[in-house]
């Protein structure tokens, strides 16, 4: 195997910049945060985006009149919503706050704030559980890279059981579709083929259940390490053997994962095939996670884990030591009475809490009128990508929002800051950064 | 207990002073503070309160040069090991209890070491949730590609406005620079190519040699208060004492600061055990010898803790070592990091070099005002075990008894067990907030003189060095209490501490 080859292009791409120029938009349809689209919504220009991206653009530009917030259901100004909020957040016995992943890092600043005023638990609402976990991470680490780096210098690109095309729709035309100075091969390994236009360059190893990969990562393992295969069916040796092969020949590999994983076996595997890689070539995985409904997934777990040491949820904000666990699963124990859902839900978590406990506790903080419950408070605000602040791609790049026109709705930000001030009072200079 | 003071006027009255810029060592005097500030003694002292200091030491707050406390890397520690270490505390603390238990401990200003330009915004956001300390970071603008490619090309012009224009966009204090174009072998995938300041980088006309010279010339061009930081090359590997040899001759005449150098101070070759050893002695010859450097020792103590570096290069060689879980992350163009647990052990061979040759390096310091006391936070220990280092350096005979315990080929080989120098308290105020204060560049802090922060640390004098510096009677911050006796009293916000650089 190759070990002294060099793998980057002999001129590099300028760094991104970290922020856009004013006016600018990131699209936010999903975790990808596309920030190279053309938004001109007057010229009817929707360009380089997804569907689902300029979808989310088209009726955004096309909705009407700014709504009003709801108290059960009633219009009412936002100041009587966030005081209504406030009422029925300080009456309940337990409070869980959730959603997080629709907001900006400052959002989740301002919602773990609440939170800890509240003395309630929180947790972001992960649509899926692709992504090892807290746990995870401490027993098998990982080797992963920005998605600029696949894109500048992985020759070979293995996507393991996942297409990134349902969850990050863009991800292949941006950062595996442009041309290296020397050839990229990709190769699909999965139940299903890759949604890629034909090419000599890719190829499709078939596997015949999802979690076939499990073994085929085991068996990968074995031939890097030069060990013996062991027992296995003869189509997961051969490719085994056709991955091998594959990397012996490259320069520099990148393996995309994503396929929902909820025992972390898979991505066990990919992590320990990585590992031995690196040992002597480059070699990374770029994990995608948390895909639709969860643009700022990343920066929600990020602000967690420095506020309390865990990137899911915590039983009662302000304390370190949670455990990961999905918003489902609280609402399931039936041990909230109230709940403050910041920004748009995964349809199974709204579904959850409809059922779960009683819908005047229900306080929300989005963009959307909550759908199928007129009880309890919806306070408007506006589109994640019209917020200033900032976001965190799950590759670890931060991307600035430059912020929407004066006329749109509240910003998430300062509906949070108007709840905790109406919860604990003014902020005095004093205490402004620390906790009450 | 002391009764509380107002924040705004107060005097502390009849303290022990250790305050070594003024000369002031163990001299019982009055220490007046007025709206934040050191003040002389006013003419009229109504209105200011009066707080018997009398048998207490009185330092100033400590000021941590070089520790890791927020961005990317120190995330993913906290994921890496969500459990608490085994003494019972979190080997990388959330940033509310890293401000809080720094202030317990008498800390009062601190420096993030290692942040990637691409994650300054991020750590920024991080660090405005660390309460009660002041606060900077220092920015790792030599791994940025454009920065590189300038240096290549001979283009100081260029290097000099990327570094500057990164400084101001990222609020940093100082350029930090890990393992100089260490991150281009590692992109380039070349394992096991452990190169020295001459090796070309890849693909590139320039070495890490030239890469650093050309860095201290920008920062020293756009008048930064705190000189090049320095992460050589070669971070711990057996006979790295050479690369860190030859980076301090590359700086002979200048100002450079040399950061954790215990990782940098090995002899032997190869991967071999058997040579592996201290090159301490001709190291801080040379060191004594070059004034304008000035040195951070990254300290191991025996324990549990977390290694996290922006040298992906020494990140792998570390963890495929131990064989532990470990997370490494490339940024795009601008750096990266690798992640792991570790346990450093008594028993250990190479631990207990790494523990004997730390402290090494402290008693062979021939001036204090040119060191300060780290552990590298959490690579070597946590910052809570600052105070059993102390210990080690101003009680021989405890020192000895420690030397006794490890491994038997450090006992007989190391030059520690021939060392009995002692740090003084004044001594040991100079490594751990004057000197600090004075290498980074902080005029106001470090000491207790008028116009200076009101950062003061009220200890009570015990023989037990260990326990004197562990829990603090009073820490004040900016002339506001923020912790007695362990318990945190007050939480101010502190402040960022951002370089301005001279234009270009």
Redesign the interface.
Known sequence: M???????P?T?????P?GLPAGATVCTACALLCDDGVVRPAEGRFERLCERGAESFRRHHAAGATPAATIDGRPADVAAAIAAAATRLSAARRVLVTGLNDLT??GV?KACDVAETLGAAIAPAIDDARHPG??M?????????????LR??ADLVIFWGHDPADSHPRFVERFVAPPLPFPRRTIAVGRVPLRLPPSADHVHLSLDADDDDVDLARLLLASVLERPLGAAPERLRDAALALRSAIDAA??VGIVTGRPDPLGLSAWGVVGVV?AL???????QVPLDSGAHAPNAAGAK??L???????ASTARA?V??GSPAEAIDIVATGAVDAILALGRLPSHVDEAILTGIDPRGVIRIAPDAPAGAPDGVWVPCRELFDEAG?L?RSD???I?LAGGTADSLPSAVVLLAALRERLVGPLSP??????A | MIPASPRPRFVLRGGTIHDPLHDRDGVIDDLWIDNGKIVPRPAITAGFTVVDATGLVVMPGGVDLHSHIAGPKVNLGRRLTPSPAADGRHAVPTIEATGCLYAALGYTTVFDAAIATSAARLAHLELDDLPILDKGIYLLAGDDQRVIDAAASGDDGAIRRLVGAAIEAGRGWAVKVANPGGNLFWRHGRRGDHHDLDTPLPGLALTPRGLLDRLATAVDALALPHPLHIHTANLGLPGNWRTLDETMRTFEGRRAHLAHVQFHSYTGGDLDEGSFGSGVEPLADRFNAQPGLTLDVGQVLFGDTVAMTGDSEAAAHLAHATGVPWASHDQHLSGGCGVMPIRYREKSLIHAWQWAIGLEWYLRLADPWRGALSTDHPNGAHFLAYPLLMKLLGDEPFRREAFARIHPTVRNRSPLGGLTREYSLQELCILTRAAPARIAGLPHKGHLGPNADADVVLYRPDADLARMFAVPARVYKGGELVAEDGEIRGRPRGAVMAATPTPA
């Open positions: 190759s070990q002294q080859r060099s793998v980057l002999s590099h791409a300028p760094i991104a970290a890092i400052e600043t807290g746990s991470i401490a027993r098998c680490g990982e080797i992963t890279a920005a998605w600029e780096e500048d210098r320069r520099c590992r690196s040992r002597r070539m480059a070699a990374f990020a602000v884990t420095w506020r309390y040491g865990a990137n302000g370190a030591g900032t965190l670890g790049r931060t600035e004093k205490t402004e950064g620390g906790k």
